[in-house]
Each structure stands twice: as C-alpha cells, then as structure tokens.
C-alpha cells in the first residue's frame, strides 16, 4: 500500500503544518483540506522570512563565492572598452607627435594679385590688416579643431624663392644660392637676440623702397656665411633694379619645436636642394631672411609673387581617438566645404591646405588593420568568461537539484521558482557588477563609462540568469525522484542534435567567411568572424562530449580484467559521474583554443619581425661602403667581442643589363661561406657548388684582355673589364631569372666591368640583398679591382651596433639585427595588440583554472565520503590519491587532447585569413618574402594542455590528502548532509 502525501491529515495525532517555502510561494499544497484546525489555522497565519534573507543566511558562502567571480568578471569587461580606448587613443596621439607640424598645421594663404590697386595691395600687407583677418580667422574651424593660439603665426611672404650673386655665400656647385623673403609677425616674441638688433622699418613702406633690412637664424647665418652688416641683393624689375637687404641680427628660436618655426622649417633651417639631372650632382643652399613685421609691402618690388599667410596649428595634445571622425570631417570641411566658405569670408580669395588629413587617415588604417585581431582576442576571453558564468549556475542548480525539486513536488509554480531564483541571484550579482565596474573605473581613469557600464551590466544579467534558466529547464516537469544521467550512458536528445547541427553550419560559415574575407587587413571583423576560433573550440567540445560516452564503455572493459581495484572503481565513477558535460568540456576546450590561438598569433608576429630584420640586414650585422672595405678596418671588425664569423662580398647595386634599359643588384660572393650563411639564415639557400666558376672562368679573370670574349663587349664604359669569356654561372632572383631568360646574358657592372652569365639556380631572398631584385655570381671569376669586397656580413651574439660603428668609421652604413627588429614596432597600436592578445590568453587561463576547480570542488563532498568509507574497508591513502586522480582524468584527458586539435583545427584553418603584418612591422606590406602569416606554435598547443593535465592531477592530490588529514569518522558524521 502506498504511502500517502506527506501533508495529508489521515493521522489527526499530527496537525497539518504547510511548508514556508511553498507558503511564501503563494501557492498551497494540493492535497491541503479545505478546513484545517486551529494549530493550522495559527500556524498559517505567523509570518514566515522572505526567500532571499533566508537562503542567504542558511548559506552565505553560497552567495559570495559566486559574486566574487562577478565582480572579476565584471571588472575584466568593463576593463576591455576603456582599455581599449585609452589603446587607440595613445595610438592616435603617437602619430600626431610623429608628425611634422608641416603636416598638422591649418594653413591659409592668399596671393596678392598684380591685377589689384598697388595701394590695396601694399595696404592687405600691413600689420593691422593682417591681424584683423587672424582675428576672423581664429573664429572660423569648430572643435574638435582647436586652435593653439600661443603658437599661431602669421605675416607676408616671397612665393617664389630667389637667387643671389653674393660671392661670400657658400657655393655647392654651379647653381647660385637662393633666398627667399619672409615678413612674419611678432618675431620679436618667438626669438632671442644671438647678435646685433631685430629688423626695423623708417616710415612707411611700400613696393618702392629699395632698402630694408632682415635678420636670420643662427642656423642660416652658420651654414650661409652670413654676418651682422653685410647686404643682399635681391633681384627685382628691371625699372626699379635690385632690393638691397642689410643684415642687422641673427636670432635664436625660443622654441625651436614650436609651431611658430616648424611651420616654415626655412626660417630656422636653410635648406640644402638638390638638382636633379645627369653628371656629378649639383646643389645649392635656400635660406630665409626674415624682414621687419611692417616690412611686408617692399616684398612686392622683388621679382617673385608675393602672399599673406595664416599658419593655424591645431591643439592636439587632449584629442580622443573617438573625435577622430569629427575632426576629419572639420578637415574636409575647412578643404572644400562649409568651412571654406567661412575662412573666405574673414579672408577674400584665400585658400586652405594642411595635411593632417593624410596622418589621420594613416592612424586610421592601422587602427582598422589592428582591431579586427583585437576584436577576435576579445571574442574568445568573452566566450570563456561567460561559460565560466554559466557553468558556475549550473553546478548550483546541480547542487540544489533535491532541494528544488522536492520544492517543485510540494506544489510551487515553474514562473514562482524561477523569480525567486533570480531575486536570490540579482541580490548579490548586481551589487558585484557595481563594484567590479567603480574598480575598472580607477583603474583605467578618463574613457567613456557607457561601453564600461553596458559590459558590466551584461555579466550582471548573465550571473543572475545562469541558475533560475538551468533550474527552469531541469524542473519543468514536476519529479518526486530525479532520474540519473549517467555519463557513459547519456543519449542527446533529437533538440541538442538539432542545435549541434546548427552551430556546425555556423562555425563552417565562420570559418569560410574569415578565410575569403580575411581579418586585419583593413576589414572589420563582423560578429561571425570574430567568433570563429571559439565556435571551432564549441564544435570540438561537442564532439569530444558525444564521443566520451562511448570511450568510457571502451575503457571500462579491459580495466574490469585488471587485478587491481582501484582502475576500474575510477572508471566506473567517471562513467557514472551526473551530467551535463558540454558546459565543463566547454569551460576548458574554449580557453584551450584561445590560448594556442592566441599564442601562436604573439609567436607568428615575433617570427615575422624576427624575419624580417632578418631580411634587411642579412645576418646579425651589415656593414657597406661605397668603395671597397679597407682590409685592416675588415680585420678589426671580425676581431671584435662575440663575432663568430664573417662573409664579404662585392654588391653592384646600379649594374645594367646589356640594352642598358634595366638595373638590377650584382652580389660577388664566396661560394662556401655565402652558401653556409645563407642556410643558417633560411635566406635563399642552395649548394655551393652551383654557384662556382670552373678554372677557366677564374684565372680567365685576371689573363682575358678588355677586347676578348664576346663580340659585344666593346659597349663596356673605356675603362672597363671583362671577367673573362666564360659564362658564369648565377643564382638569381624570379624577377631577375624572367628578365635574363635561360641563355647566356651580358651584364654591365658598375665601374665598367662586363659579365656573361646563366642563371642556374632561382631563390626569393638572399643575404646580401634585401631587395628581390638581385643577382649572385662567383666573386673569384671576377677582375682583382672589380672583386674587392665593400660588404660585410658578421655573424655573432648580439653585436654591439656603436663599437662597429667606430671602427668601420663614418662612410660605412651599419645594420644590426637588434635595432632593426626594435623598429618595426613604433606605434601603441601594434604593442596594444600584443598586450591585448597576452591578457586574452591570461584570462582564458585564469578561467579555465576556475571551471576545473569549481568542476572538482562539486564532486569533493561526494569523493570525501567515498574515500571514507573505502578507508574503513581497508582502502590505503596511496589507492586513494590513486583513485581520485584516475577518476578525475577520464574528463579532463579528452577535453585537454580535444582543446589541442582545437587550437591546431584553428590556427590551420583559419591562416589562410589571418595578416600579421600590420600588427607585426613597421610597413604593412612593405616586408621582403611576403606578408606575415599565422602558423601554429607548438609550445601553445603543448603547454595548456600540460598544465590543465597538471591542476587536474594537483587538485585530485591535494583533496586526497585533505580528506586523509580530517580523517574517516569526521567525514561519515557529516555525510548525512549529502
């Protein structure tokens, strides 16, 4: 006969008393009679403590533990975007510091017309006017272009710059020194007197005057040979003859970085310009002489035009990465829109240029090829922090499993459980998501609090949803008895198929997307892309899922023939251990995933600066001459401290082919040691033999007359030299192997020196060359003038770059692989990204250690009570240490071997989409041998592994250990508990 309900009046010796949890509920036990007695009745009418103060008394630690995981997990999110902003924002204020003020600065200009009145021409010079139009000016561009005032400069200046007949002004060449003419305002508040008096005018002047007089800069009066007293005559029309300038000063710069002289680099640097054009070259010196402020009108009676400028620099050391679109649009505006119309109003016929534009853009594209990498890093910490979340609410309703469902039995609704399941989660998730927020806010002080506070009140939502969802799903049918799910005999269900099928597709869309689109190459990675890593890792999760079932049955059978207890007691508690298992496989395949992930990223942008620093200097040193290297200065350098050794060669980087129509890089080298350098360098190698000429092309060299060989090596320059009649054999590069062809070819060295060679052998790079445009031949078939070596390549650990320096002296140009690999990162964007991905993986490890814990922490009451009762049936501590750790590896050796294939599916698959090399290099696309590609890192796939396996193992010892420490009786005292 069955028992009756519990709250069934069949015995009136025990007066009906309701449950206060389904009381408070609302609800009533079914089976409860409609008239009760009057204990009932009283009983029923006493209060009865709310659910949340209740549960949080009844268990505390219950409450806090998991709200110190929110309150990290809020503080990591809201982290994210305000260090992520301070990121770009950094990045943004480096290239505008790298900028020249050339570049930043807003300038306006209007020319003065010849076809204008004279007098309205020489009165727009003058200094009111041209601080009346400042004055408009300054009004004219809106934030965020905000004018820095204290640097404004302004004043008349010579368009054109003119040459001068002064015989005691330094001559480079044949072409006459050139000076141009400038009027610039308040010189006297941006300079010092260094020698002699500023510039003054008498009376007022005008186009007509034919003496004014002008200062220049230290730095002019230095390189000019210019001195206080001595005059220059400016060329003017030809009724009026020359304008005559006297020097009466030179000036120092009181902030020789200010805007004021970094606006016109001329007034405080004289520029050394370079003619082009065959022969020898030819230079001369451009100067400025810089006129009294009321001087500006006798500019109009020299030869060249003539025009008022406005340099308007902009404060840039508070802007925002985020006013960057704002600011751009004001620039375009100012250029050619709205803001135009405005300036010539304040200025008739003026017009604007400025190139900061062109450094925003550049800031913009890096930024854009960096944050798609960022946005993935983010993606994968996310996804772990959150299935940390959702695992932790899980094994609470795990925990609390015969608790609610003993609730559910006695007659409370799915929506009542639910609510007060939330109330008791929201109690203590928010307040921890406030704090973890208010700590990411003084810890990453002035970014924007909204993105911040959206992120924190996301892990707010999650924390508070994890349990009242999974206690929903698991009790939304009422049960009196829970059924087992074991784990070897678990069956998805038709809907799980269904959703595992689905996110299959998504993850193969992912994949296919990323590869065809690619991420850091300019192309913002949309939210499927950037979750591709971690959906491949969810994919992989499930399968290891589905498939350890299966492997736990395969492993059972052979351990249940095993002599010993202890194997097939772990493996018959793994199998039985409840489920689910997706979430803990997920909490660690996922940080396994991102870490190999996101370590073979950090290992693939180091090689490929590493590569490329490679490239460009050859070996670990590179020192070149234009002429041939001294033999004692080459002697002294490979003697130096830490050089292993040395490889010479003679380069011709201007050699022509025989039409004369194409230049390409000749490397004379030493078969035997250019060969071994160039395999211990993975830079173009091939065997030594291939390279060298046989004994007739050698001694040819030095016995050939110029007129043997060929019949077309008479084209050779009149001094030149043939390397005898022997074709050579060459190594060269695909572009050079297409323009020479299969049969021989005829080269012209630079000096003179002629050359037939064949190409044998085609390799993409090379030591001597960084370029991949080059040839290589046997330095010994050449002439004994024409091989003398001007390179040398030294190899050695970590040459010092100032000792080679001092002894190759200042006409060599040194290269050290050391201070060539420090360049390529120059930006806070590209050590942001690092930064970034170095944190990702820390967080996903953090993480991963909390869901393995957590995991073990659920099943450490149950384990401690086995351990018990085993031990009193004779069960030693080692069988025991062994038992715990053999029953813990079952789960978390495939999820360790399964983040493996994880993190190596991904990399592979997803290389093929990934660009490093703006994250990488200094020059996006710019590297010799390619961009810098994504491959997998051994160590990141290994060492995660390893170290789940390892904290597996410790926490499966240290809870051995503990539980022998407390010792059996105390744990079958409290075993009633559980």
Do not use: C
Not at 110 to 115: E, G, Q
Not at 279 to 293: E, F, H, I, R, V
Not at 448 to 469: D, E, H, Q, T
Not at 649 to 674: C, I, M, Q
Request: net charge positive; glycine share 8%.
């Amino acid at each position: 006969m069955p028992l009756p309900p519990p709250d069934r009046p069949d015995r009136p010796d025990r007066p009906h008393r309701p449950d206060p949890e389904v009381t408070e509920m609302g609800s009533a036990s079914p089976a409860a009679p409609a008239a009760s007695t009057a204990p009932a009745a009283s009983a029923a009418s006493s209060p009865v403590a709310p659910w949340v103060r209740t549960r949080l008394r009844a268990a505390p630690s219950a409450a806090w533990l998991p709200a110190l995981l929110v309150v990290l997990t809020s503080f990591l999110a809201a982290v994210l975007p305000l260090a992520l902003d301070r990121h770009e924002t950094s990045g943004l204020r480096h290239s505008l510091a790298r900028a020249r003020d050339t570049e930043t600065v807003l300038n306006v200009h209007a020319l003065s017309h010849r076809n204008q009145p004279q007098a309205d021409r020489e009165a727009a010079l003058r200094p009111g006017a041209l601080r009346a139009r400042l004055d408009a000016l300054l009004s004219v561009p809106g934030a965020p272009f905000v004018t820095d005032r204290g640097q404004v400069s302004y004043g008349v200046a010579a368009g054109d710059s003119l040459p001068v007949g002064e015989e005691w002004i330094p001559r480079l060449g044949a072409a006459p020194p050139q000076i141009t003419l400038v009027a610039p305002q308040d010189l006297a508040g941006h300079s010092r007197i260094a020698e002699g008096r500023l510039p003054r005018s008498t009376g007022t002047v005008t186009a007509a005057v034919r003496e004014v007089e002008a200062a220049v800069s230290r730095e002019t009066a230095e390189k000019m040979n210019i001195d206080v007293g001595r005059t220059v005559a400016v060329p003017g029309p030809p009724d009026r003859g020359p304008l005559v300038v006297r020097i009466t000063g030179v000036l120092s710069p009181v902030d020789p970085d200010g805007a004021y002289w970094s606006a016109r680099p001329l007034l405080r640097t004289p520029a050394l310009t370079r003619i082009p054009g065959p022969g020898d070259p030819n230079a001369y010196w451009l100067g400025a002489l810089l006129l009294a402020p009321d001087a500006g009108p006798a500019i109009l009676g020299t030869n060249a035009p003539v025009s008022a400028y406005w340099n308007l620099p902009p404060r840039l050391d508070g802007l925002k990465a985020r006013q960057v679109p704002a600011l751009r649009a004001e620039i375009a505006s100012l250029e050619s829109g709205p803001g135009l119309n405005r300036v010539r109003e304040a200025v008739p016929l003026s017009g604007t240029e400025t190139e900061l534009d062109t450094v925003l853009t550049d800031h913009t594209r890096l930024r854009d090829a960096v944050a798609p990498l960022i946005t993935v890093a983010a993606a994968g910490a996310g996804t772990v922090a959150a299935v940390v979340m959702l695992l932790t609410g899980g094994l609470a309703a795990a925990r609390r499993r015969t608790e609610l469902t003993l609730v559910r039995a006695r007659g409370a609704s799915l929506p009542a459980l639910t609510g007060r399941l939330l109330a008791e989660t929201a109690v203590a998730a928010v307040p921890a998501a406030a704090l973890g927020l208010a700590a990411a806010l003084l810890v990453v002080p002035g970014g924007r609090w909204g993105p911040a506070a959206l992120a924190a009140g996301a892990v707010a939502v999650v924390a508070s949803l994890a349990l009242p969802l999974r206690a929903a799903v698991t009790h939304r049918t009422v049960r009196v008895h829970a059924p087992r799910e074991d784990a070897a005999s678990a069956r998805p269900s038709r809907r799980r198929t269904v959703a595992e099928l689905t996110l299959l597709v998504l993850a193969a869309a992912a994949v296919e997307a990323l590869r065809r689109r690619g991420i850091a190459g300019g192309t913002a990675a949309d939210p499927l892309t950037a979750l591709a890593p971690v959906l491949i890792a969810v994919i992989t999760a499930l399968a290891v899922a589905r498939l350890l079932p299966a492997l736990l049955r395969l492993a059972a059978r052979p351990a249940g023939r095993l002599r010993g207890l202890v194997g097939h007691l772990a493996l018959a508690r793994a199998g039985r251990a409840p489920g689910p298992a997706v979430l803990p496989l997920l909490a660690l395949l996922v940080p396994l995933a991102t870490a190999a992930f996101g370590g073979s990223v950090l290992a693939g942008v180091e090689q490929a600066r590493q590569d490329s620093a490679l490239r460009e200097v050859g070996a670990d040193a590179r020192v070149e001459t234009v002429d041939p290297l001294p033999g004692p200065v080459a002697e002294r350098l490979r003697g130096l401290p830490g050089m292993r050794g040395s490889t010479s060669a003679a380069v011709f980087h201007k050699s022509d082919t025989e039409d004369g129509r194409r230049s390409l890089s000749v490397a004379a080298v030493d078969p035997e040691p250019y060969a071994a350098l160039a395999a211990r360098s993975g830079l173009g190698a091939f065997p030594a033999s291939a390279l060298e000429a046989d004994a007739a092309s050698r001694s040819g060299a030095d016995s050939v007359p110029p007129d043997s060989g060929r019949a077309d090596s008479g084209r050779a320059d009149s001094g030149g030299t043939e390397a005898g009649g022997a074709v050579l054999p060459a190594v060269a590069s695909p572009s050079v192997a297409d323009l020479l062809g299969d049969g021989p070819a005829l080269l012209r060295l630079t000096g003179g020196t002629t050359v037939t060679v064949r190409v044998v052998a085609v390799r993409d790079l090379t030591p001597a060359v960084a370029g991949s445009h080059f040839l290589l031949v046997d330095r010994s078939a050449l002439p004994a003038k024409a091989a003398r070596p001007n390179l040398l390549l030294l190899s050695g650990e970590r040459p010092d770059g100032d000792r080679i320096r001092e002894v190759a002296g200042e006409a060599a140009t040194v290269l050290v692989r050391t201070e060539r690999l420090a360049l390529h990162v120059d930006s806070p964007l590209q050590t942001g990204a690092e930064r970034f991905w170095t944190a990702a993986v820390l967080t996903g490890a953090l993480y991963a250690a909390l869901a393995l814990v957590l995991t073990q922490l659920r099943a450490a009451p149950e384990r401690a009570a086995l351990l018990a009762r085993l031990r009193t049936m004779g069960l030693t501590r080692r069988q025991g240490r062994r038992l715990l750790v053999l029953e813990s590896l079952p789960q978390a050796l495939p999820a360790a071997l399964g983040g493996v294939l994880a993190g190596w599916a991904t990399v592979r698959l997803l290389a093929p989409g990934v660009d490093l090399t703006a994250v990488a290099l200094r020059v996006s696309g710019t590297t010799p041998g390619g961009a810098a590609r994504l491959t997998p890192d051994l160590p990141s796939l290994l060492l995660p592994m390893a170290a789940v396996l390892l904290l597996t193992v410790g926490i499966a010892a240290v809870q051995a250990w503990w539980t022998g420490r407390r010792g059996s009786v105390a744990e079958l005292r409290v075993g009633d508990q559980r």
